[in-house]
């Protein structure tokens, strides 16, 4: 099997879910995930001569049969490790699912995940750990290590490359996809204490 360990650019993270592993699409598995959409603009070379170098050390051709793209329309590869075309992905979804997609649009969207028995790590921009959920949410950007490994399927007989998230790594706070406020954005709207302001209530 050959292994490739890289990091990818920053990218706004959705369908966040690295505290706590959860039933993956088909149910058949706890996983821990998050996609990472990286704007259309970035060079992303990165990852694809890195897949192409795992291609011709374990096929031994840099674009083996059977092997699924590394770019891919939606389904069934978009929750499987491949980059998705997000303007693909928006184009799509049914009408009252546009909202949820829409900052899907110009960007490539990178599905990670890790396995419940390998959990990633999760840390801030000093690489410490980030303990509480609330200061890493869907809407902030991050990069991560990954590591791609190729293989054949033992059960399809298949040339396979797989994604696994190892780190992720929040760089800076976004918009919450979900429409609440930031953590800092609340900071933000707080006076020292001493200052003399007796507020209270709404801001």
Do not use: H
């Not at 291609?55 to 069934?76: D, H, I, V, Y």
């Not at 499987?80 to 546009?98: L, P, T």
């Amino acid at each position: 099997m050959a292994n490739a360990r890289i990091v990818t650019p920053e990218g706004r993270t959705s369908f966040m879910k690295v505290f706590k592993a959860e039933p993956n699409m088909n149910n058949t598995a706890n996983v821990f995930s998050t996609k990472l959409l990286i704007p259309k603009s970035t060079n992303m070379t990165w990852i694809t001569q890195a897949w192409k170098k795992l291609c011709q050390e374990e096929f031994g051709s840099a674009t083996p049969s059977g092997l699924r793209p590394l770019f891919s329309k939606g389904n069934p590869f978009d929750d499987k490790g491949a980059i998705m075309d997000g303007d693909w992905k928006y184009n799509n979804v049914a009408e009252d699912k546009k909202e949820i997609y829409e900052t899907y649009q110009d960007n490539w969207v990178v599905g990670l995940n890790a396995p419940e028995i390998k959990p990633p790590a999760v840390v801030d921009e000093n690489k410490q750990d980030i303990i509480n959920q609330a200061d890493f949410q869907s809407g902030d950007y991050a990069r991560c290590v990954i590591e791609l490994s190729a293989y054949t399927s033992r059960k399809f007989r298949t040339p396979q490359i797989s994604i696994r998230l190892v780190v992720i790594q929040k760089t800076r706070t976004g918009e919450r996809f979900s429409g609440g406020m930031s953590t800092d954005a609340g900071k933000d709207m707080l006076d020292p204490l001493g200052g003399g302001n007796d507020v209270g209530g709404l801001l």
